[in-house]
């Protein structure tokens, strides 16, 4: 006898959703730098705009926004690409959220540590921030980048609100 109750489909949903795991990270290669905390990597085929978790680098135009966004190519160029995910996937403007790895090395942490990003908490997605303000401790204590010169006129924030297209 087959049963009528419609919370029985609702229930292997919600069975099936617990059973099939979400991906957890992903891997790809770089397609295309747009600036120190985006980039396009290619996964499974498809074009992937990814914004680079708890951090901000300096814009196109402003100062150090050139060196941020060659140091994203350098470090990526040719290479695997592994994208860890936190809680938030997707941003505002329809972005992938993530930590991306070269190796066992992270980009988030390896630009900001180079003094060429700032760490920023962007809640929820919280899950490597001591390590990114650490980064950025060590930058500035070793006046790494920009922080050679204590740091960037304008925060990108900063940047972004007085050049508004």
Partial sequence: ???RNPLIPCLLLV???LVVPVKAAETGRLHSVIDGDSLEVVIEGKVVEV???GIDAPEWGQEYGLAAKSFVLHFCLG???KLEYDKDRRDRYRRSLAYVYVGGKMLNEAIVREGLALAFA???NTRHQARLFQAQADARDAEQG???QGG???TPSQWRKKNRR
Avoid: A
Wanted: with cysteine; proline share 5%.
């Fill in 1 to 3: 006898m087959i049963s």
């Fill in 15 to 17: 069975l099936i959703c």
């Fill in 51 to 53: 914004r680079l978790i």
């Fill in 79 to 81: 290479k695997e690409l």
């Fill in 122 to 124: 962007y809640k929820p």
């Fill in 146 to 148: 920009f922080w050679q």
């Fill in 152 to 154: 960037l006129e304008l």
